[in-house]
C-alpha cells in the first residue's frame, strides 16, 4: 500500500475508527498522487516568470483556442473555458454549491460536511461511492422501486449484493420498518451501504416530515446495535418538491447523527437545475471530523485523477454563471411551479376514476415521474403495444409497473398522454 495511503487511513482511523471500517479494499488503497498536478499547483502561486509544468498550450498569456470555437462562446474568457479545470471542480463553484445546500437545507446549520467535489453529474459520483466502500458482496439496501442503473455502478462493477425492501407500506407510506429489517438482516457483515433516493425515481415520492423523523431514528437504532452505515443521498431531483413532503434533504438530517453513519450527498445541476447535457454533479461528505474529511476528499480525488482525472471546465464555469445570476432563482421557480402544475393536474386526472379498472397509482409528491400499478396486463407488453399502436413511450418496471415521466409532457396533453395508456390496456385485457 502506497504510503500517501497509508496516511490518509491513519488519519481516518485516529478520529473515527467506524468509517474506515465501511472502506472498501479499494477505498483503503487510494489516495491523490503528489503528481504532476500537485507540482503544478506549487508552480502556479510560485511560478511568476515562467510555468512550464502543465500540458497544455498557451499564446499572448492565455490558453491557445481556435476562433472558430471562441466565437460562438465570446461571454466567456479563454481561461474559465479551456484550460483544465482542478480535479475537486473549480473553487468558487465548490463555495457557491456549498452555500447552496446550507440555503436549501437549514438542518445542515452547525453540521460539520465537506466542501463539494466535482464530478461528472451524479452517475460518477455514485461511482465513487461505489469504488470507495464496496467490495465483492458487500450489501447495498434499497428500496424495490429503484433506478435500474443502480445494478450496473454497484452490482455489475463492484459485486455489491442488493437487499430490497418493499418502498411502500400497505397504507402507501414510506416503509422505514423494512428498511430496518433489510440493513439489521445484514448485522453479521458489520457494514451496509444504504441508498435512499428522494424524489425518488421511478415514482416521484419523497418522505413526509413525519417518515424523515422515522427514517432518521431507525437509522440511529442500527447504529446502536454496532452497523457500520455508509447512507447515501441521491439527490438528482433535489428541490422539486410539490406537496406534503420534507423540503430538504435527507443528508442535512443524517449528516453528524452517529459515529457509526457516515452521510453521503450526492447531486448535481443536471436535473434539479434542467442542466442535464452539462454533466456537472457533486459528491459531499459529513463528518465531525476535519482529518475525516480530509482524507476522503484525498481519496475521492485519488478515484478522480485515475478515472477521468477532471470534470468539463466549460460546462463548470456555465453552471457557475447560472448560480451567480440575480435571476438564478426566479427563472428555477418558474420552472418548478410547471412542473408542479402537471403533477397536480396527472392526480386530477386519474382520481376521476375512469382508468380504476386498468391500474391503480403509487402515491406520489415530487420529482419528475409516477408509476402505474397495472391490473392483469404485463407491463413490457403494454410497453410495446404503445410503442407499435399509438406512438406512446413509457417505462416497463418489474412485472406490473409502468413509469410515466410527466416532466417532458405539456399539462394540456396530459389527459390524452392517459387516454391512450387506457386503451392500449383495454387492447391487451380484451
Given at each position: 500500500?502506497?504510503?500517501?495511503?497509508?496516511?490518509?487511513?491513519?488519519?481516518?482511523?485516529?478520529?473515527?475508527?467506524?468509517?474506515?471500517?465501511?472502506?472498501?479494499?479499494?477505498?483503503?488503497?487510494?489516495?491523490?498522487?503528489?503528481?504532476?498536478?500537485?507540482?503544478?499547483?506549487?508552480?502556479?502561486?510560485?511560478?511568476?516568470?515562467?510555468?512550464?509544468?502543465?500540458?497544455?498550450?498557451?499564446?499572448?498569456?492565455?490558453?491557445?483556442?481556435?476562433?472558430?470555437?471562441?466565437?460562438?462562446?465570446?461571454?466567456?474568457?479563454?481561461?474559465?473555458?479551456?484550460?483544465?479545470?482542478?480535479?475537486?471542480?473549480?473553487?468558487?463553484?465548490?463555495?457557491?454549491?456549498?452555500?447552496?445546500?446550507?440555503?436549501?437545507?437549514?438542518?445542515?446549520?452547525?453540521?460539520?460536511?465537506?466542501?463539494?467535489?466535482v464530478t461528472s453529474a451524479l452517475t460518477h459520483g455514485l461511482s465513487i461511492?461505489?469504488?470507495?466502500?464496496?467490495?465483492?458482496?458487500?450489501?447495498?439496501?434499497?428500496?424495490?422501486?429503484?433506478?435500474?442503473?443502480?445494478?450496473?455502478?454497484?452490482?455489475?462493477?463492484?459485486?455489491?449484493?442488493?437487499?430490497?425492501?418493499?418502498?411502500?407500506?400497505?397504507?402507501?407510506?414510506?416503509?422505514?420498518?423494512?428498511?430496518?429489517?433489510?440493513?439489521?438482516?445484514?448485522?453479521?457483515?458489520?457494514?451496509?451501504?444504504?441508498?435512499?433516493?428522494?424524489?425518488?425515481?421511478?415514482?416521484?415520492?419523497?418522505?413526509?416530515?413525519?417518515?424523515?423523523?422515522?427514517?432518521?431514528?431507525?437509522?440511529?437504532?442500527?447504529?446502536?446495535?454496532?452497523?457500520?452505515?455508509?447512507?447515501?443521498?441521491?439527490?438528482?431531483?433535489?428541490?422539486?418538491?410539490?406537496?406534503?413532503?420534507?423540503?430538504?434533504?435527507?443528508?442535512?438530517?443524517?449528516?453528524?447523527?452517529?459515529?457509526?453513519?457516515?452521510?453521503?450527498?450526492?447531486?448535481?445541476?443536471?436535473?434539479?437545475?434542467?442542466?442535464?447535457?452539462?454533466?456537472?454533479?457533486?459528491?459531499?461528505?459529513?463528518?465531525?471530523?476535519?482529518?475525516?474529511?480530509?482524507?476522503?476528499?484525498?481519496?475521492?480525488?485519488?478515484?478522480?485523477?485515475?478515472?477521468?482525472?477532471?470534470?468539463?471546465?466549460?460546462?463548470?464555469?456555465?453552471?457557475?454563471?447560472?448560480?451567480?445570476?440575480?435571476?438564478?432563482?426566479?427563472?428555477?421557480?418558474?420552472?418548478?411551479?410547471?412542473?408542479?402544475?402537471?403533477?397536480?393536474?396527472?392526480?386530477?386526472?386519474?382520481?376521476?376514476?375512469?382508468?380504476?379498472?386498468?391500474?391503480?397509482?403509487?402515491?406520489?409528491?415530487?420529482?419528475?415521474?409516477?408509476?402505474?400499478?397495472?391490473?392483469?396486463?404485463?407491463?413490457?407488453?403494454?410497453?410495446?403495444?404503445?410503442?407499435?399502436?399509438?406512438?406512446?413511450?413509457?417505462?416497463?418496471?418489474?412485472?406490473?409497473?409502468?413509469?410515466?415521466?410527466?416532466?417532458?409532457?405539456?399539462?394540456?396533453?396530459?389527459?390524452?398522454?392517459?387516454?391512450?395508456?387506457?386503451?392500449?390496456?383495454?387492447?391487451?385485457?380484451?
Open positions: 500500500m502506497h504510503e500517501l495511503a497509508q496516511d490518509l487511513n491513519q488519519q481516518i482511523q485516529q478520529e473515527n475508527p467506524h468509517v474506515y471500517d465501511l472502506l472498501s479494499e479499494l477505498g483503503k488503497n487510494l489516495y491523490f498522487p503528489k503528481g504532476i498536478l500537485t507540482q503544478t499547483a506549487e508552480a502556479k502561486q510560485k511560478a511568476h516568470r515562467y510555468n512550464a509544468t502543465i500540458g497544455i498550450a498557451t499564446e499572448h498569456n492565455q490558453p491557445m483556442f481556435l476562433p472558430l470555437i471562441q466565437k460562438t462562446l465570446t461571454n466567456y474568457d479563454p481561461n474559465d473555458l479551456y484550460p483544465y479545470a482542478p480535479p475537486a471542480g473549480k473553487p468558487e463553484l465548490r463555495r457557491l454549491w456549498r452555500e447552496k445546500l446550507l440555503n436549501e437545507s437549514p438542518s445542515l446549520k452547525d453540521k460539520s460536511f465537506s466542501n463539494p467535489i461511492v461505489a469504488d470507495l466502500f464496496l467490495d465483492e458482496n458487500d450489501p447495498l439496501v434499497l428500496p424495490d422501486k429503484l433506478w435500474g442503473n443502480y445494478n450496473l455502478i454497484f452490482g455489475v462493477r463492484r459485486g455489491g449484493k442488493s437487499i430490497t425492501f418493499p418502498f411502500y407500506t400497505e397504507k402507501g407510506n414510506y416503509n422505514t420498518v423494512g428498511m430496518k429489517e433489510a440493513l439489521l438482516s445484514q448485522k453479521d457483515q458489520g457494514k451496509a451501504i444504504l441508498l435512499l433516493n428522494f424524489p425518488n425515481n421511478p415514482t416521484g415520492y419523497t418522505p413526509t416530515e413525519q417518515e424523515a423523523t422515522e427514517i432518521v431514528e431507525v437509522l440511529k437504532e442500527v447504529a446502536q446495535q454496532g452497523m457500520n452505515l455508509a447512507v447515501v443521498t441521491d439527490d438528482a431531483y433535489f428541490g422539486l418538491f410539490y406537496e406534503n413532503s420534507i423540503k430538504e434533504s435527507l443528508f442535512a438530517r443524517i449528516a453528524n447523527i452517529h459515529p457509526r453513519i457516515l452521510a453521503i450527498k450526492v447531486d448535481g445541476a443536471t436535473k434539479e437545475d434542467y442542466m442535464w447535457g452539462f454533466r456537472v454533479g457533486f459528491i459531499t461528505y459529513a463528518s465531525k471530523y476535519p482529518a475525516i474529511l480530509n482524507a476522503l476528499e484525498n481519496k475521492t480525488l485519488g478515484i478522480i485523477r485515475g478515472t477521468i482525472s477532471s470534470s468539463s471546465h466549460p460546462a463548470q464555469t456555465f453552471v457557475l454563471e447560472a448560480l451567480k445570476s440575480k435571476d438564478f432563482h426566479k427563472q428555477k421557480q418558474e420552472k418548478i411551479e410547471i412542473l408542479m402544475k402537471r403533477a397536480c393536474k396527472v392526480k386530477e386526472i386519474l382520481d376521476q376514476g375512469e382508468y380504476n379498472a386498468a391500474w391503480d397509482y403509487y402515491p406520489f409528491n415530487s420529482g419528475y415521474f409516477m408509476c402505474l400499478k397495472l391490473k392483469g396486463v404485463r407491463a413490457e407488453a403494454l410497453r410495446l403495444h404503445l410503442l407499435e399502436q399509438y406512438g406512446v413511450g413509457v417505462i416497463a418496471l418489474g412485472e406490473s409497473d409502468v413509469r410515466v415521466a410527466f416532466s417532458c409532457v405539456e399539462e394540456p396533453e396530459l389527459k390524452q398522454l392517459f387516454d391512450l395508456i387506457y386503451q392500449g390496456y383495454q387492447d391487451l385485457a380484451r
